[in-house]
């Protein structure tokens, strides 16, 4: 299984960018899928994820509004569109994906098995 995150860049703070990850060796229709990121010095932290039951999504409070979380079954890539960046935006962003079938999504990183391999994200003021 691999999955490939892209999309990171420079932005100004206000700007937008959409994050990719795309998977191979399986297919993320059954599962769970999160984004994730971590700034220097602190704990990973979730972002957003799709609960693959419904397709219900959950956000934490610093992405609500801002962020919206997708995911193209036909291309097997999950997506994080990001707006009205911030200064305390800034951080490597990760995807997710949880092998187990049938549970509500989460927001913790331990319940997450496959991982991409994190795509900066930089936000000048």
């Known amino acids: 299984v691999q999955l490939q995150a892209s999309g990171g860049g420079l932005v100004q703070a206000g700007g937008s960018l959409r994050l990719s990850c795309a998977a191979s060796g399986l297919r993320l229709r059954p599962y769970n899928i999160a984004w994730f990121r971590q700034a220097p010095g602190k704990e990973r932290e979730g972002v957003s994820c799709?609960?693959?039951?419904?397709?219900?999504?959950n956000y934490a409070d610093s992405a609500k509004g801002r962020f919206t979380i997708s995911r193209d079954n036909a291309k097997n890539t999950m997506y994080l569109q990001m707006n009205s960046l911030k200064p305390e935006d800034p951080a490597v962003y990760y995807c997710a994906v949880d092998n187990l079938v049938g549970v509500r999504c989460s927001t913790n990183y331990y319940e997450y098995d496959y991982w991409g391999q994190g795509t900066q994200v930089t936000v000048s003021s």
């Open positions: 799709i609960d693959s039951r419904d397709g219900s999504t």
